[in-house]
């Protein structure tokens, strides 16, 4: 892909070089097919890309279903105004392990891999790759890359499947990863205020800060969502920074913020909290639908309000 700069309107940015997971997960946005895409070298970057319009949206990575939430994205969102999540992505976690043309698996007694795929690597090397040693690389791509140059120490490298498309490298091993379940979750970011339709699958993001620290203050933000019927998919505690002991909550919730127990909750969070970031409502990428009792409805609201305001009226109970 271009990174033609002088289509701003157009770009997509996502954490590079070519080959990244982050570039799998753009592959998987519709409206970023044919349009220039911008690699950049981390979050912040991506975000500054949005905000100042050199892109239409960045592709980040928010949670990884092995490591948790990805703080250096939390951090960002938390941080930065003016952008909104408009759809999330998931891609499935694996790695290869790739050499330089002629080596064999029996030859390997060096490899190249970031300190995370090593992670999620590192039982199958011990039981293949007997006695090998690790050079931490900064990044999974980079692994790879490495291996061609003139320097190159490492005779092997951990990378992400697909890295022998922009790489003239030979994969000696697949589906060398731990969890085959393993699965990074990533978010598409906007600059757009437009709110996606709500289609009964759906998620919603928030940041919220607790008021000053006091005994049971977790449990009265949490109750915002119990007493609602709202069940939570991520739940992620981040340092403010100004103070110790103080935090952020990164928190994901199952519905829309048109729907009626969403909308509730998120104005008791904001009576509540000193400050809430609403950082977007989204189709889920899995489909999963929200099971939602009777009395957590739409109906259920609005029933409970129209009874409330024909008391207030005067007019006789109906119920």
Do not use: C
Request: net charge negative; no cysteine.
């Amino acid at each position: 892909m271009s990174h033609a700069a002088d289509h701003p309107s157009e770009t997509y940015s996502y954490l590079g070089p070519a080959g990244t997971f982050t570039e799998a997960a753009l592959k998987l946005v519709e409206a970023a097919a044919g349009k220039p895409w911008r690699s950049v070298n981390n979050v912040g970057e991506a975000l500054d890309d949005v905000v100042t319009g050199r892109s239409v949206g960045a592709v980040i990575a928010i949670e990884n279903s092995v490591d948790g939430g990805v703080s250096a994205t939390q951090d960002a969102l938390a941080r930065i105004p003016g952008v909104r999540i408009v759809g999330e992505y998931l891609v499935p976690v694996d790695f290869v392990l790739v050499a330089r043309h002629g080596t064999t698996l029996a030859d390997v007694r060096t490899v190249n891999a970031h300190p995370v795929a090593y992670a999620q690597t590192h039982r199958w090397l011990e039981t293949n790759v007997r006695g090998h040693g690790h050079i931490p690389a900064s990044s999974n791509v980079a692994a790879a890359a490495e291996l061609l140059a003139d320097h190159s120490v490492a005779d092997a490298a951990v990378a992400p499947p697909g890295i022998t498309d922009h790489y003239d490298l030979a994969v000696l091993a697949d589906s060398i990863g731990e969890n085959a379940s393993a699965v990074t979750r990533f978010v598409l970011v906007s600059k757009t205020l437009a709110i996606p339709e709500r289609t009964g699958s759906d998620k919603t993001s928030v940041v919220v800060e607790l008021p000053n620290e006091h005994p049971g203050a977790l449990v009265d933000m949490l109750e915002q969502f119990a007493t609602r019927g709202i069940n939570m998919g991520l739940l992620s505690s981040r340092p403010i920074g100004d103070e110790l002991g103080r935090y952020r909550f990164v928190i994901d919730l199952d519905g829309h913020v048109r729907d009626e127990r969403v909308a509730d909750a998120l104005l008791g969070l904001r009576r509540f909290s000193p400050r809430v970031t609403f950082l977007g409502s989204y189709p889920r990428a899995d489909g999963v639908r929200a099971e939602v009792s009777p009395r957590y409805s739409d109906q259920a609201f609005v029933e409970a309000r129209d009874w409330l305001r024909a008391i207030v009226r005067g007019e006789p109970d109906a119920s």
